[in-house]
């Protein structure tokens, strides 16, 4: 099948099993050719994510218009020298992992006047291997929320992952514990969870954004 067949498959899949409220699907197109972009664009698929900002630059730059021909997602963790390739192409960003980021890209957006949505990365999974906020951290920066969005840098929600030995009880407590943490302090904000592995989890759990690269587009080359 090709990649908006996939695409489309899963979306169906995700609206029968939840007609009310089904997460938006952002293909992760990292590592893929630009070919199976420019394939996934012409068959109406809108949200992509990348987690080499480079690699997305050098594959998106001439596919379109921002926001109008693709949605453009940096997924994974936000890092300063990252932070002034955005404007122009990235609509959303997935993984501010430090208060330090957070500053440094408002500045930024806010300089180049370019509309960026970010999610905080929460680590609830206590290894080392994952950047982001602990459960204490993430908590402590909510009682500042007047802070946490400027004029063209808005808060939009947290992005966790599951543990990386993908056991999944361990998974759906960890989506489960975020989805708490967000009812009781931003409930307006959106969860971005679920890979290839468990997205049917975040779906019962309550995302928003699933980020879905190899059951769209295969194995990355
Ligand atoms: C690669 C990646 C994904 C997609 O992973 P698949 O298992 O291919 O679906 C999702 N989120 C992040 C942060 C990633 O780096």
Redesign the pocket.
């Known amino acids: 099948m090709g990649v908006s067949e996939n695409y489309r498959s899963i979306v169906q899949e995700l609206e029968s099993l939840k007609p009310e409220g089904t997460p938006t699907l952002?293909a992760?197109s990292?590592f893929q050719p630009k070919e199976k972009v420019q394939e996934a664009i012409s068959g109406g698929v809108i949200h992509f994510?990348e987690?080499r900002v480079q690699e997305g630059i050098e594959k998106f730059s001439d596919l379109g218009k921002p926001e109008k021909d693709f949605i453009l997602h940096h997924?994974?963790p936000v890092q300063s020298s990252h932070i002034r390739k955005y404007s122009g192409l990235y609509s959303f960003v997935?993984?501010v992992g430090s208060q330090k980021i957070l500053e440094e890209l408002k500045k930024r957006m806010d300089q180049d006047r370019w509309k960026i949505r970010y999610f905080l990365q929460v680590n609830l999974t206590h290894e080392d291997s994952k950047s982001g906020f602990s459960k204490e951290d993430i908590m402590e920066l909510l009682l500042k929320k007047e802070t946490l969005s400027s004029e063209f840098c808005v808060l939009e929600g947290f992005?966790t992952?599951g543990p990386s030995s993908g056991d999944l009880e361990e998974t759906r407590k960890v989506f489960r514990e975020i989805s708490d943490i967000r009812k009781e302090f931003l409930p307006q904000g959106k969860l971005s969870m679920?890979?290839?592995?468990d997205?049917k989890i975040a779906l019962e759990e309550g995302s928003d954004y699933l980020?879905?690269?190899?059951?769209?587009?295969g194995e990355?080359t």
Do not use: D, E, L, Q
């Open positions: 952002i992760v990292k994510g987690n997924i994974g997935h993984g992005m992952m679920g890979m290839s592995g997205y980020r879905i690269g190899t059951a769209i587009f990355r």
